[in-house]
DNA sequence: TCTTTATGTAAAAAATACTTGACAAATTAT
DNA sequence: ATAATTTGTCAAGTATTTTTTACATAAAGA
């Protein structure tokens, strides 16, 4: 399933899947791939990815 | 740097490393791995985690 | 229009998470 | 004491994440 609070807090920053990408250190398509929701990142990628959008773990990839 | 967080977590609950692993569906090495920290779980694998200890995202994997 | 930027997707290769099996040291229980 | 359980660790293999290269479409700007 899609990761639409990601894709918000990314629309929320105005960045670009590349520009996300950058600040992450990963490709364009790792990020585009997480978006998209058909994988499972590591945790350090998505700690990267919460920092570079100020958000935690719990608010973008925690499911209850 | 070691978990602590989620050894403490663990021992609230009373189970071992292999119970845990059980529950979580991976290997008993894993869990050592992860509390020993060197390395970098998939986030499946901590929701999995902190599912089967009652626990979020931030309270276990999480850091400011 | 024409150009540039952003996104979606795919396949092969590289990097690394995770498993299995095994052994020793440390705890806990009897 | 000693038996059983738990933990730490290692090495080799398998599975999956991530990269790289590439192409196509959509949106935005000049």
């Known amino acids: 399933m899609k990761n639409l609070r990601l894709k918000a807090a990314r629309a929320g920053k105005d960045y670009s899947q590349q520009q996300l990408a950058d ?3 990963v490709s364009r ?3 585009n791939a997480i978006e998209k929701g ?3 990142p590591t945790i350090n990628l998505c700690i990267a990815i919460c920092k570079a959008l100020d958000k935690t773990l719990d608010e973008l990839f925690w499911e209850e």
Do not use: E, S, V
Request: proline share 0%; net charge negative.
């Open 29 to 31: 398509q790792t990020i």
């Open 38 to 40: 058909d994988y499972n």
């Open 23 to 25: 600040l992450c250190g």
